[in-house]
């Protein structure tokens, strides 16, 4: 019998995130305590979502609310979600659809607008469920870099030095996965320019939007234009920690007339999906129309956590750290020569610490960095950073990675 050969769209399709598991778990099987600072998943630690949510869900079970829903979602959850919308600033609404995640959203989208041979503008560093889709999708990558030495910002002359001909969107993570970055007013104002003059789609991804430190704000970029083309995503998995829920949004926003094909286009991929989980649809009102309360516990342990990590590998000889704004992400800085999976493969079978290799998220070549996640609390951070720094200390040494 011949092997069964997958499809050649699968062949450069990477998860630095889940990816690493797979030698964390040969690391586990020796016994070695794991540390886990890989995975954005709040429940994994001190977090869990408003019970209102729980209860409601529960409810809509126990009432048989267990068939299929509409395509584009439960009417009283899309009120809802138009409402959070309206309080954003988002105006000229064409549609609203709700997903299996903010995941199933962005891969209907770009489905529905970009060919095999286009391209679409992608932040780098950058979340990499986008390059997965576009080698899904067979679409050229299209990296536009977010610049280190202005907090993460998306890099404006970069954007503009990329775009052409077969380019049909760009994308911003605001906040960003993995630097924690939150878009300035005026980058924002920057990029919307140039989607109306090159006519592009923006994708703002926003599923970070309530996880903000120190009382910063967050604007949605859809909010400061009413005629530029936004589709936002959104969700309930990090801002009301029910990533298990599956469940997201898209809030496409701009011209009517501009839009309407492209809005039929997602429409059709939306039916032929059936719908995104019906029960937990009930669980969108409670929480956007609910207690919001339990965001302010939250972002108060992890401004404490953020804290924390950037003052540990600003301190670290050979990392340094731009503080996050928001999300629970940061990304140091390896000043080294040495391929940054290199490190991250070593620390982990050293210390059982397990973070995420810069490369798997996209960087500047020739710069070296590692996601950390700081959802656990501060004794599990402190363990997991001395650790870090004495391994850094023993592999600048050993391999000799001229620190920059
Ligand atoms: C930037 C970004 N977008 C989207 C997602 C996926 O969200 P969801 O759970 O709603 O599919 C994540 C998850 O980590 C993310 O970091």
Redesign the pocket.
């Known amino acids: 019998m011949k092997k069964i050969i997958p499809a050649r769209r699968t062949d450069n399709i990477t998860y630095a995130i889940r990816d690493i598991v797979v030698l964390a778990n040969e690391v586990a099987k020796s016994g070695k305590e794991m540390l886990y600072l890989n995975i954005?998943d709040p429940n994994l630690f001190d977090f869990a979502p408003p019970k209102h949510m729980i209860e409601v869900t529960y409810n809509s079970m126990l009432k048989n609310y267990n068939g299929y829903a509409p395509s584009s979602g439960i009417k009283p959850a899309l009120a809802s979600i138009e409402k959070e919308a309206e309080r954003k600033g988002i105006k000229n609404i064409q549609d609203i659809f709700i997903t299996s995640?903010?995941?199933e959203a962005i891969d209907i989208c770009l489905t529905s607008l970009v060919n095999e041979g286009e391209n679409v503008l992608t932040p780098t560093p950058g979340?990499p469920?986008y390059t997965a889709i576009a080698s899904k999708l067979r679409n050229h990558e299209n990296p536009y870099y977010l610049d280190e030495n202005n907090g993460w910002q998306p890099g404006i002359e970069d954007i503009k030095s990329k775009i052409n001909e077969k380019t049909k969107a760009i994308i911003i993570?605001n906040p960003n996965?993995p630097t924690g970055s939150n878009c300035s007013v005026e980058t924002l104002k920057q990029i919307i320019e140039l989607a109306k003059e090159h006519n592009l789609v923006i994708f703002s991804?926003e599923?970070y939007d309530k996880l903000l430190f120190e009382g910063g704000t967050h604007t949605s970029i859809a909010s400061l234009d009413s005629e530029v083309s936004v589709v936002t995503f959104g969700?309930l998995?990090k801002n009301y920690m029910v990533?298990g829920f599956r469940i997201?949004w898209g809030i496409v926003s701009g011209d009517k007339n501009i839009l309407s094909d492209f809005i039929e286009a997602i429409n059709k991929l939306l039916r032929a999906r059936l719908s995104a989980n019906h029960p937990e649809q009930y669980a969108i009102p409670a929480a956007l129309d609910g207690d919001q309360s339990h965001l302010v516990v939250a972002n108060k342990k992890l401004t404490s956590r953020r804290d924390l990590t950037v003052k540990t590998f600003n301190e670290i000889p050979g990392t340094s750290c731009i503080k996050p704004e928001g999300a629970f992400y940061a990304f140091p800085q390896l000043h080294m020569n040495q391929p940054d999976n290199h490190f991250v493969a070593e620390l982990l079978k050293e210390t059982g610490v397990v973070v995420v290799p810069g490369s798997g998220f996209g960087q500047v070549p020739g710069t070296q960095h590692f996601r950390v996640v700081f959802l656990p609390p501060e004794e599990i951070l402190e363990k997991a950073y001395s650790k870090i720094a004495d391994f850094a200390e023993k592999y600048f040494e050993k391999f000799e990675a001229a620190v920059k």
């Open positions: 954005g995640g903010a995941s979340y469920l993570i996965n991804d599923i969700g998995s990533p997201g």
